[in-house]
Each structure stands twice: as structure tokens, then as C-alpha cells.
């Protein structure tokens, strides 16, 4: 995720884009840039500062920069460490196409090979810097012309704003399964990936959808689609206020987070599944593949959610790569004398990758040269430098406390590590495919269980009023009943405790009355027969109980209070699907019962101390 702005019209005041892009800030805050055009110099200047959009805006205010079009860009790195080089707008070998990006080009780097035999200079590492290069490749003095051709043989996702010093009257946006949007104003347009940009500008929107080409000058503009047709559309008017606008209209940024999952889930598995061979394409560790292959045991190290998440990766190792599997809290392994050896993958699970126990853990295994690798969600974060090889979870920033996206992110990353692994042993072509296709499935299941949220908000209002809460479940759901209580704890401070549902007649069941509900994770598993005999126990001592199951699963329905149904899928897989209505569960308890959801009361983002 990133946040872009194109401004053109009647000013020549780049703090217009300045204002813009500090409401965009949320999308991405690791670096910042801008390009202008100047008419008397007829060049584009640009200027880049590594950190939030504060050092911008800094070195922007040593600078007397005006002029018409400009384009400014908010970070949140991908491809590429966190670097100035690395910053938007990105340039062309003769400094004539400017633009800035948000997505990722999937196809960059057979494009970049093409373009450097073609005599092409690259200076970053990003996926983007091809754009400009394969548009000046077009480029005959037409700026709308070179980008319709170029993006021909663009495969990914982009909202792109882009100018040119050749062609300086225009201000060109195209759009692919990232968010723009134009904002029409008095003689000026406000192009911007969301409408907290534009809203003190303007409240009348056009939002682009996939396949458009707009053509903006100071005093009109259209849109075509790829093939030159025209398309007429409507225009908006935005009904929101500010702070709002910032969360798309949500009420908190847990609810958007929660909801955006089809979109992160899909952008952590974009590029990365060969369906048809059964195969996961992680670049980031194939450095590092012929090490993996011969390793024998993987040790899994985090804190928080991201422990939840190893842990229900443990379940998909061992079952599916065949892989001795243990997991450890950081604050644990870190004081423990972990036996470590050259067979044995240390693999480290951080969304914000600062953790400090985590980092103290990381760095432990490394003074012993153990194989260090990391699945990490903020790029070029401490975690995801000092480990040898990693993925990244490209779910974008999570700035709710409270981790959601980044848990399911983490959960289709460790699925495709499974198949990496596996397919690396004795995992069949057959299986490979299976859980290709079934994961490549997810984020529309995803959807699918997001489209029912009142179903959800409907149990929160009866059960506001308790004061605990048990969730149980087994196998691969245990890990999600640990995770559906610390969500309901962190969020709404109710009393929840997580249990593997085999452990209950060991101590937990002595808690249960009609005023200590339980939840009960029960999809159609090979587990699920024992579950059902765990809910019966609790049924037997008057607890109340709220089943979560597979869709079609009518027979439950007369054993429990509640019910809520989650699409079918592979059993390895599940644990993306139920921890979502837990989710959904812990935000309306907490909204209902009048807590702070986004921050909760002594919890912080990225634990940075021990
Ligand atoms: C904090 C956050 C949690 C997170 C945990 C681990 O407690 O509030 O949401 O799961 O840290 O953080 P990490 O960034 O390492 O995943």
C-alpha cells in the first residue's frame, strides 16, 4: 500500500499535494517524494526524503518549488529496501516521464530485462521504475498514447499518476485493482488514492475503475479505457467527514482491516501460485532453497498474533511438508538454550518486524549461525534485515492495534511455505495442486463470510453483557480459539480464555455455568467429532454455547444457542476463515461496551521493549 496524488489546474502552489498526501500518510510513512513540472525551465524537479512525510515536507521548505502538473507519493515499501533511490516518483533515462505508483508489477522483472537490453539505466530496486522506462520506450511526444501502449504488457496492480516534460499539459491516471480517484475542482483537478486527499478541495469524486486511462488538463479531462473508447461517469459527492474519510467511511480501522482481508490476502498470494505445477514461487527465499532442502526441523519464533499464526504453521509443516515443526514465544526461546543445528530453519514471524523479543531471538540464532528466515509485513523493519531470507506479507499497514490482516496474511503465507517445503519432499504433484487451487480460493471465501457482518454484530448484542468467555478448538483450530480470545480481551477487556477443547475436563470445565458461554470452533474437520463430544460436556453443565462450523452443517444447530457458518474448505486452510467472524466478534463487543477499539487501554502497535 501506498499513497499517490497528481495535482493540475489553475495554482502552481505545491502545497496543494503537501496537504493532500499527509492524509494519506496512513497508507505508507517509510519514505515520501514529489515531482514538479516548471514552465520557465520547462524541467521536472524532484525531491525524496527517506521517513515520514514531516521530512518532506522539511526539505521541501528549503526549496522555492512551483509549478503545474506535480505529483506526490506516500511509501510503503514492496520491492526494495526503504532508500531515497528506492522512493517515488520514479523517472525515465531522459528525465521526461515522471510517475508514482501503488500496487505491484508482477511481470517487472522481464520487463526490466527486455528494457536493459534496449540501452534502459535502472537506479532502484522497485518493481515501479519499469513503468517510466517502457513508457518513454513509446513515448512520441503523446504522454496518454505511450502509457495506453505501454500498459499492454503490464501484468499486476497499479493506480499510477503520471507526467511528462514533453508533454506538460497533462496529467495522466490509470487505474488496475489499486484504488484513484479524481477530485474535480474549480479549474483544477486532485487526483488521489482516497477522498481524505481531496475532501478540503472538493467533495465531487470520480472514482476509476479497473482498465481506465484518465486524461486530465487545467480545464478538462476524459477517460478511455485501454482500447480508446470513451467512458462517461458519474460523478459522486463525498458525504463524509475528514477523519472518515481516512478510514474509507469505516467507523475504526480495525473494521476497515478486518474488511480489506480479501484484498490483503490476495495481494500476499499475488505472483506466488503456480496452480497448475503445485508449486509456491517465494523469491525471497530462493536464495536460500538449496539450504531448505535439507533441512530437518524448522523452529518458529514470535510474539502476540504472529505466535497464533506459527503456531497453526507448525500444524501445516508437519502435516503437509513432512517437517518436525516447533514454536516458541520470542520471550521464551530467547532465554532458553535452544539446541540449534546446521539442519534446522529458524523462521521468524513479525508483522511490524521491530518486535524487540523477536529481533533479541533472531539475533541469538545468528551468533550461533543458525538459518535465519523471517515472513514480515513492514519492509526493510529490523526483522526483515538481520534475517537471512524472508517473505513479505504485502498486506499493507496495519495501524489498528489490535493485528488482523496481518494474522490472516500470515496464516496464507505459512500455506505457501507449506507448499514451498513440501514440494521440496515428498508432497505429490496431486496435493500441491489441491492446496494451489484451494488457497487460490480463499480471498473470494474470505469475502464471502465478510458479507455477513450483522449476523455477527446480532451475538454481540446478546452476549455484550458477560463478563467471560471461553473459545475451544482443536487441531487447526486451536491456535484460532487462542487468537478469538485474545481479540475479545484486547478489544472489549472481557475476561477470555483459549483452549485446546481437549483440555477442558482438566481444569476449564470447572468454570462453566449458564453465564460462562463458550465458543466453539468446529468446522467439518477430522476433528470434529471430538469436538462435538467437548460441546456436549459443556451443554451437560448449563454453559451456553456459540458454534462456528462449516456452511451446511444444519445438524448443530440443535445442540447450540448459536450458530455462525463459515464456507467449506481444505482443512490446512480453515483457520483463515473462522479467526474471521472472531474478529468481527471482538470489534462489536468492544464498540458496544464503549472501548477505545483502535487503541486499547495499555497495549502499543510495535513492542519495541523487552
Ligand atoms: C503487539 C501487537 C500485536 C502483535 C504483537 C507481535 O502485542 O499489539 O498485535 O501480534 O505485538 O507483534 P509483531 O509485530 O512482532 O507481529
Not at 86 to 101: A, E, F, G, Q
Not at 154 to 163: D, F, M, N
Not at 520 to 525: G, Q, S
Request: net charge neutral; charged share 25%; glycine share 8%.
Amino acid at each position: 500500500m501506498c499513497g499517490i496524488v497528481g495535482y493540475i489546474g489553475n495554482k502552481t502552489d505545491i502545497k496543494i499535494g503537501l496537504e493532500a498526501l499527509k492524509r494519506l500518510e496512513y497508507r505508507g510513512y517509510d519514505s515520501a517524494g514529489m515531482a514538479v513540472y516548471n514552465p520557465e525551465q520547462k524541467e521536472v524537479s524532484a525531491v525524496k526524503a527517506v521517513g515520514k512525510i514531516v521530512n518532506l515536507e522539511k526539505k521541501l521548505a528549503k526549496v522555492d518549488l512551483k509549478g503545474v502538473p506535480f505529483l506526490f507519493y506516500t511509501r510503503w515499501a514492496t520491492h526494495g529496501g526503504v532508500t531515497k533511490l528506492n522512493c517515488h516518483p520514479h523517472t525515465d533515462c531522459k528525465k521526461n516521464i515522471w510517475l508514482v505508483h501503488n500496487g505491484i508489477i508482477e511481470n517487472y522483472q522481464t520487463l526490466k530485462e527486455k528494457l536493459i537490453q534496449r540501452g534502459h539505466k535502472f537506479i532502484s530496486e522497485t518493481d515501479t521504475e519499469v513503468l517510466p522506462h517502457l513508457i518513454e520506450h513509446y513515448f512520441q511526444g503523446n504522454l496518454e498514447e505511450a502509457v495506453r501502449k505501454a500498459l499492454r504488457f503490464v501484468r499486476g496492480t497499479y493506480a499510477l499518476a503520471i507526467i511528462s516534460k514533453e508533454d506538460p499539459e497533462k496529467l495522466v491516471l490509470a487505474r488496475n485493482s489499486a484504488p484513484l480517484l479524481i477530485g474535480l475542482g474549480e479549474k483544477e483537478y486532485l487526483a488521489a488514492s482516497d477522498p481524505s486527499a481531496v475532501i478540503t478541495h472538493t467533495k465531487k469524486v470520480i472514482y476509476l475503475d479497473d482498465g481506465e486511462v484518465a486524461v486530465l488538463t487545467p480545464s478538462q479531462f476524459f477517460i478511455q479505457d485501454l482500447n480508446q473508447h470513451r467512458i462517461q461517469k458519474e460523478v459522486n459527492e463525498i458525504d463524509w467527514d475528514l477523519e472518515e474519510a481516512q478510514k474509507s467511511g469505516y467507523p475504526h480501522f480495525m473494521l476497515k482491516e478486518i474488511m480489506e482481508q480479501p484484498e490483503s490476502i490476495n495481494n500476499s498470494l499475488r505472483g506466488r501460485l503456480i496452480i497448475d505445477s503445485g508449486l509456491a514461487k517465494l523469491g525471497g527465499i530462493e536464495m536460500v532453497q538449496d539450504k531448505l532442502k535439507n533441512i530437518k526441523k524448522v523452529n518458529i519464533v514470535a510474539c502476540g498474533t504472529s505466535y497464533y499464526a506459527g503456531l497453526v504453521g507448525e500444524y501445516m509443516l508437519e502435516e503437509y511438508a513432512g517437517i518436525p515443526t516447533e514454536i516458541d514465544l520470542a520471550s521464551e526461546f530467547r532465554y532458553r538454550k535452544p539446541i540449534l543445528d546446521k539442519k534446522t530453519a529458524n523462521l521468524f514471524i513479525s508483522q511490524s518486524g521491530e518486535t524487540a523479543d523477536s529481533l533479541a531471538a533472531l539475533k541469538e540464532v545468528k551468533r550461533k549461525e543458525g538459518l535465519t528466515l523471517g515472513i514480515v509485513n513492514v519492509v526493510g523493519s529490523s526483522i526483515a534485515r538481520e534475517t537471512e531470507a524472508g517473505v513479505y506479507n504485502h498486506a499493507g499497514p496495519e495501524i489498528g492495534v489490535a493485528s488482523t490482516k496481518a494474522f490472516t496474511s500470515q496464516l496464507s503465507i505459512l500455506a505457501l511455505l507449506t507448499l514451498f517445503l513440501g514440494r521440496q519432499r515428498e508432497m505429490s504433484l496431486v496435493m500441491g495442486q489441491r492446496i494451489a487451487k484451494e488457497l487460490s480460493k480463499i480471498p473470494e471465501l474470505v469475502k464471502k463470510v465478510l458479507d455477513e457482518p450483522m449476523q455477527v454484530k446480532a451475538l454481540a448484542e446478546k452476549y455484550k453483557k458477560c463478563d467471560h468467555f471461553l473459545f475451544i478448538g482443536r487441531k487447526y483450530n486451536y491456535p484460532v480459539a487462542l487468537e478469538g480470545a485474545l481479540k475479545l480481551k484486547e478489544i472489549s477487556y472481557i475476561h477470555a480464555e483459549g483452549y485446546g477443547a481437549g483440555e477442558m475436563k482438566h481444569g476449564p470445565i470447572a468454570l462453566i455455568d449458564k453465564k460462562f458461554p463458550t465458543l466453539a470452533i468446529c468446522p467439518l474437520d477430522s476433528v470434529y467429532e471430538k469436538m462435538i463430544s467437548n460441546i456436549q460436556e459443556i451443554k451437560a453443565r448449563g454453559g451456553p454455547i456459540i458454534a462456528l462450523t462449516t456452511e451446511n452443517n444444519k445438524d448443530i444447530k440443535n445442540m447450540v444457542e448459536d450458530v455462525i457458518y463459515v464456507p467449506k474448505t481444505l482443512e490446512m486452510l480453515t483457520p483463515i476463515l473462522s479467526v474471521i467472524p472472531l474478529q468481527l466478534f471482538a470489534y462489536y463487543m468492544g464498540v458496544l461496551r464503549g472501548c477505545d477499539v483502535d487503541k486499547p487501554r495499555n497495549l502499543a502497535k510495535s513492542v519495541t521493549v523487552e
